[in-house]
């Protein structure tokens, strides 16, 4: 046993289902037992959840009911999770997940690191919240909320630039002590705050709540950025895929991924299982990572003659790399 609370949170549509395949990642990966997972539900979006849904997360976790902490920010119900993690079990370290991420393996570096807060940071360092230009805005937050401006840098783990304090907040591995309390309320004043790029308020609350802590920081090993890679080592221990397609997209190209994935169990009521995820956008996805794998996100050719759709119907969803290359070469 690891002492530790995985919780995560979950809404209608396609969140429960993200929740179910993180639910069965978890415990076909990890020693933990129901007791040890936390799912969090918006209470007002309960009426909207699959019927068969509820019972089956409460006969593997601990499902707890509550308000949405910021209705106009959703990201809060994972703050909340978080919370309501710190309260209703007992262990004495909480990984909070967002609801796009898989559990590969068993989380334990809380036994062998010494550190109150684990957190890997920021996949770019040009973006906003991590660039020089935004120095002003972050020593303005510093003072408002009265946080020691910090002397510490760490480094973006795509691109490899030195950044104030910036976290992904997909994972935050935490010791069960205040934090929780304090990450829920510091993101929600704060983002009212954040006239602009405050879609971000939780990574910018994690960095100036972070500096209050002793912190460990992840390698991707442990929030593994899967849209920036499409493949994944072995050594990953936690997926995170961001969008669906991106998740189907790379089982189809890596064959040992998808072996790893292909353990996770999938509810019977999900007609189809992992043929739901990335239907619309694969080939494009695909298109992007063999063409332009230094810059997965450029743009997607409008000369193309077929559309994905017909492109899926004629490769099938789950045909080879070899073929799947094939096709788009053979269409581009």
Not at 12 to 27: F, K
Not at 175 to 192: A, V
Not at 227 to 246: D, G, Q
């Amino acid at each position: 046993m690891t002492d530790l609370t995985y919780a995560f949170s979950t809404g209608p549509g396609i969140l429960e289902q993200q929740a179910c395949l993180l639910l069965n990642s978890i415990r076909a990966n990890t020693d933990a037992t129901p007791d040890d997972i936390l799912i969090y539900t918006v209470e007002s979006e309960r009426d909207e959840l699959t019927a068969e849904l509820l019972p089956y997360f409460e006969n593997h976790a601990t499902v707890v009911d509550g308000p949405m902490p910021n209705p106009d920010y959703p990201l809060s119900a994972a703050h909340a999770a978080l919370v309501a993690a710190s309260q209703e079990c007992p262990n004495n370290y909480i990984l909070l997940l967002d609801t796009d991420t898989i559990v590969l393996d068993d989380i334990d570096i809380h036994t062998r690191k010494s550190a109150e807060l684990f957190v890997k940071p920021a996949d770019f360092g040009n973006r906003y919240w991590a660039s020089p230009q935004s120095r002003d805005a972050w020593r303005s937050l510093y003072n408002k909320f009265d946080f020691e401006f910090p002397t510490n840098r760490v480094e973006s783990t795509v691109d490899h630039r030195r950044m104030l304090p910036y976290y992904n907040s997909g994972v935050i591995l935490t010791e069960n002590n205040d934090f929780p309390e304090r990450y829920l309320d510091l993101s929600r004043d704060i983002h009212p705050v954040l006239s602009e790029n405050n879609y971000f308020s939780d990574m910018v609350s994690l960095g100036l709540l972070s500096t209050d802590y002793d912190v460990e920081v992840l390698g991707e090993d442990y929030n593994y950025p899967l849209p920036h890679y499409f493949t994944t080592p072995k050594s990953a221990k936690i997926i995170h895929y961001n969008e669906n397609n991106t998740l189907y997209g790379s089982m189809v190209m890596d064959g040992d991924f998808e072996v790893r994935v292909g353990n996770i169990e999938m509810p019977a009521y999900f007609e189809n299982g992992y043929s739901q995820f990335g239907k619309i956008d694969l080939m494009e996805e695909i298109y992007n990572v063999i063409h332009f794998r230094k810059q997965p996100r450029a743009p997607y050719p409008k000369s193309l003659k077929i559309s994905t759709v017909q492109a899926l119907e004629r490769v099938g969803l789950k045909n080879n790399m070899k073929n799947m290359i094939g096709l788009i070469r053979s269409i581009k």
